[in-house]
């Protein structure tokens, strides 16, 4: 069956989503995160677009997107697999990354391009991975009201700012009141498969995660030391298996805690 056509955009900006093949986390560790930065500046440099939104999650990313003289495809096609290509040589793994292609949704007007801005950022906060938009370090919303004094080389400020105020303080006064205000109107915004939903529920957090392992450890009678022993890999499936749905903590959190490899945990369902 062929590909159904990408809906074009009249504005040329575009919602774009990137996730990971069979919901696995693409980023392990925040280096893996200031790669991805990187290699959105890197390409930004060489094929001009505009990015006025980023969120880094675990396990997907979400761009608001204008596209120049490229073809918004071309530009995904160079950043995925730019980031591909370093995440599998760094993590000694073969195949696919992402699943299937990108997704994108065309905004045709301001009124929605404030919307999904606002979308974008608070995925964080939707997600009870913070408890406040400014404490989470891998979305573009703290480069807004940080009122930064030099130019930002990767995110259009000014054009999303103007749309609130022309006063810069106020702009961002009224931007941040929108975020809070505005949580959310996602009614008509694309979202990701239910299958990635899985913060909808009350999430685990280290200390949780820490004593479900030892009263796990206590009902089977063994301990840390023996989840290495091949007898014990069922036991040990089922706590990262159970970590990794009912959790809030990164693959490399989880495999901290159980002591074995960031790739063993990524590659249990």
Request: charged share 25%.
């Amino acid at each position: 069956m062929p590909r159904k056509a990408r809906k074009l955009s009249s504005t040329n900006i575009y919602h774009v989503m990137i996730r990971g093949n069979r919901k696995q986390d693409i980023f392990l560790e925040d280096e893996d995160r200031f790669k991805f930065i990187k290699v959105l500046k890197k390409v930004k440099q060489k094929r001009e677009y505009i990015i006025y939104a980023y969120c880094l999650m675990n396990n997907h990313v979400h761009l608001l997107i204008k596209e120049k003289d490229e073809q918004l495809s071309q530009t995904m096609k160079r950043i995925n697999v730019s980031y591909v290509n370093y995440f599998n040589k760094k993590y000694q793994q073969i195949g696919h990354l992402f699943q299937d292609r990108f997704k994108s949704e065309p905004i045709e007007n301001e009124n929605y391009l404030l919307a999904v801005l606002s979308y974008i950022h608070n995925n964080p906060l939707n997600a009870f991975m913070v408890n406040n938009l400014e404490e989470y370090t891998w979305s573009s919303y703290c480069l807004y009201i940080a009122k930064l004094p030099q130019k930002n080389f990767l995110i259009e400020l000014e054009h999303i700012l103007s749309l609130f105020s022309p006063d810069k303080d106020k702009a961002i006064d009224l931007f941040v009141r929108y975020h809070h205000q505005n949580r959310l109107e996602k009614s008509n915004i694309i979202e990701l498969p239910e299958e990635d939903k899985k913060y909808s529920h009350s999430l685990i957090n280290e200390k949780g995660a820490k004593q479900y392992i030892q009263n796990y450890f206590k009902e089977y009678n063994f301990g840390l030391s023996n989840l290495k022993e091949r007898k014990y890999q069922f036991h040990r499936n089922k706590l990262i298996s159970y970590l990794k749905l009912n959790s809030n903590l990164s693959i490399r959190e989880i495999a901290n805690i159980l002591r074995v490899s960031p790739v063993t945990v990524q590659i249990i369902k």
